[in-house]
């Protein structure tokens, strides 16, 4: 099939372009970790491998040699690290300071599950954290409390965004959070998030129906911040960029532009080229590796058979309707000329 530029804000959009920042090496690596498959949750819109989940199939020893030659060969590494439930894993701030001495960057997706002591001496080496929001979970107004209390001395130390996760059987109490956690903001953002039913990879594994008014919210509704920006901590200065008009002019590719064009379903990039493997890998919970999280050119190897990896040469061409993950999103790619 053709491939055929994606329409934003009126305009064709024929290529994204991620840009290495002015402070970085020449070289840089997104890299997406799902570290494990175990969680302090068992949310009725995850798979079950996660409800039932091991933590680790591999150990420290192989993690440590695979962030190391990623460093080497990419100059510099950007840690999307999940699971799960990341800091379950026994050796996660391990990889905090091996990936911070180094001098990478690293975003974490969690529950918030540990207690405020926890962050004390890891928050701060966090380019970001997205605190996800899970309303099975949170049972009352005391649970909410704690998590807003987290999620503000969280903020003060690193770029943290609430994700409230808008469970369609729920709205009202996920709606009520996410009121209350804009009303009591004193440095972070706050977003909905439009909950797919296979996390955007293969077949669904469970069933999420919108009403079209809530999803009139989940499309209108801006992220709120409130950041202080007062902290010194590690950032991540590569962006990307929306080309447009035979690529001869651009737009910041930011997290609000992001989201919107997920969020309508306009992420669609049908027969580009993209070049997932070249700047991004993906972690699979069991050690598999990909070029990214949507799994095109399937698996390169497994960091337990580290001498057997086939790092990629080339970029590839893709064969998805759907770009759900952010990182894969950022990613260049490009109409074919």
């Known amino acids: 099939m053709k491939a055929v530029p994606i329409i934003f804000d009126g305009k064709e959009v024929d290529a994204i372009e991620y840009r290495k920042g002015a402070n970085q090496e020449e070289k840089s690596l997104m890299l997406t970790w799902i570290i494990n498959n175990i969680c302090t949750n068992a949310c009725s819109y995850c798979p079950k491998e996660v409800h039932n989940g091991t933590n680790h199939n591999y150990g420290?020893?192989?993690?440590?040699?695979?962030?190391?030659e990623c460093f080497d060969r990419y100059g510099t590494i950007h840690v999307n690290v999940s699971g799960g439930e990341p800091t379950v894993s026994p050796f996660f701030k391990q990889l905090v300071n091996l990936v911070y001495d180094r001098g990478g960057s690293m975003h974490l997706t969690t529950n918030l599950?540990?207690?405020?002591?926890?962050?004390?001496d890891i928050s701060s080496k966090f380019d970001s954290i997205s605190a996800s929001y899970h309303p099975e979970?949170?049972?009352?107004?005391?649970?909410?409390?704690?998590?807003?209390e987290k999620a503000n001395y969280i903020g003060q130390r690193s770029n943290l965004t609430i994700r409230v996760m808008m469970l369609p059987s729920m709205w009202d109490k996920c709606y009520a959070f996410y009121e209350k956690a804009v009303r009591e903001n004193k440095g972070y953002a706050v977003e909905l998030v439009k909950i797919l039913p296979n996390f955007g990879v293969g077949e669904d594994y469970c069933e999420i129906n919108y009403s079209p008014e809530q999803l009139k919210v989940l499309d209108t509704t801006v992220i709120k911040y409130v950041y202080p920006r007062n902290y010194d901590n590690r950032r991540h200065t590569d962006d990307s960029f929306l080309m447009y008009n035979n690529r001869t002019q651009e737009t910041r590719l930011s997290l609000e532009i992001a989201t919107n064009i997920q969020n309508t379903g306009s992420a669609n990039f049908l027969s580009w080229e993209c070049d997932i493997g070249l700047e991004s890998l993906f972690v699979h919970y069991n050690g598999m590796i990909q070029r990214g999280n949507c799994a095109v050119g399937g698996e390169l190897g497994n960091i337990c058979d580290f001498d057997n990896i086939n790092w990629p040469k080339s970029s590839i061409t893709c064969n998805k309707t759907l770009c759900h993950c952010m990182a894969d999103l950022m990613i260049s790619k490009r109409v074919p000329s």
Request: net charge negative; no cysteine.
């Open 60 to 68: 420290w020893e192989h993690t440590e040699k695979f962030v190391n």
């Open 137 to 148: 979970f949170l049972i009352d107004e005391s649970d909410n409390n704690v998590f807003i």
């Open 113 to 120: 599950v540990r207690p405020m002591h926890y962050w004390e």
